[in-house]
């Protein structure tokens, strides 16, 4: 099974300093219909003005993953964490048994980016924030880990979690197969370009969710950056 969920049908918000769209209910926006998937519960697609963000604010038993598309974010946390992530970057952020934080673009253009909320397998862990840099030249053509929780995925950033977020850039025509375990489930979203994934064409930063789907081959129609989330 796999549905499109069209980039213009997805939750929507806005207000002087944040554009946003919501895959999945969040704050305002409510949808039984996408309620999450698994433990992925936020998929937010976010565009910050220059010289604004989010104040500082807290969290608390969720995973945070923020990918950046362009742009860059600056973070900063009540544990004495700072630091600046640019595109093609990830931070992770487990908020355990809570963490305040603030995310500001400090940059002279607009910063775009994917924010991933996953639910925690144990609860009450010890907060922490780390971030990566993953050079695009690295998945070029290939899928590479990004934030991972299951076994053996040790080149990941950690999470508290059986779930991976992967990511590729490819070359029109190029494909990638990714194999899912048995009854797991994925949501793959192309930051830029248009994608064909098992013949199902989907447009750039249109979701998609996948089920019952062994592998996935996934074709680029164009020059493409994709964002893979592999959910038990």
Do not use: C
């Amino acid at each position: 099974m796999i549905e499109i969920r069209p980039f213009e049908t997805l939750g929507q918000f806005g207000n002087d300093w944040l554009t946003a769209r919501y895959h999945f209910s969040f704050a305002g926006y409510h949808d039984p219909a996408r309620s999450g998937i698994g433990p992925l519960l936020v998929w937010n697609d976010d565009t910050i003005r220059p010289g604004t963000g989010f104040d500082p604010h807290s969290h608390r038993d969720m995973e945070i993953i923020t990918y950046i598309r362009r742009g860059a974010i600056t973070h900063e946390d009540h544990l004495g964490n700072r630091g600046r992530t640019e595109a093609g970057d990830v931070q992770v952020m487990s908020a355990g048994t809570g963490i305040q934080h603030a995310e500001f673009n400090k940059e002279s253009e607009e910063t775009e980016l994917f924010q991933i909320w996953i639910e925690p397998s144990k609860k009450n862990i010890p907060p922490r924030w780390e971030q990566r840099r993953f050079p695009k030249a690295e998945r070029g053509g290939a899928l590479v880990l990004l934030a991972s929780g299951r076994a053996g995925d040790d080149t990941a950033l950690p999470i508290h979690q059986d779930a991976a977020i992967l990511g590729a850039t490819l070359l029109a025509g190029q494909d990638v197969t990714h194999r899912l375990g048995e009854g797991r489930r994925a949501y793959l979203v192309a930051a830029r370009g248009a994608i064909d994934v098992n013949g199902t064409l989907a447009g750039a930063r249109d979701g998609v969710a996948i089920a019952a789907e062994p592998e996935l081959t996934i074709t680029a129609r164009e020059d493409s950056e994709i964002l893979l989330a592999d959910l038990p």
